[in-house]
């Protein structure tokens, strides 16, 4: 089983969760839900790896790292 990582941020500015990966070429996406982004993750990773020739068998495991910043007044 192939692990791949998968970056999450959100855009403060344009009110977005934004996934990429340097394991996975051409995976760029966006939604205002992180649960909904997930899931387009989900399906657009296997779809990208194998236009990529880079899905190794049936099973991958995507590793998520989240990164959200928040500016607050103290």
């Known amino acids: 089983m192939s692990e791949y990582n998968v970056n999450l941020s959100w855009d403060n500015d344009a009110a977005v969760w934004i996934a990429t990966s340097e394991d996975i ?12 982004l997930i899931e387009r993750v989900k399906h657009a ?8 020739n880079a899905k190794q068998g049936n099973q991958i495991r995507l ?4 990164e959200r910043y928040e500016v607050l007044i103290a």
Do not use: K, Q, T
């Open 25 to 36: 070429p051409g995976l760029v996406l966006e939604s205002d839900s992180f649960d909904v």
């Open 45 to 52: 990773a296997p779809e990208l790896l194998e236009l990529n």
């Open 63 to 66: 590793c998520f790292r989240v």
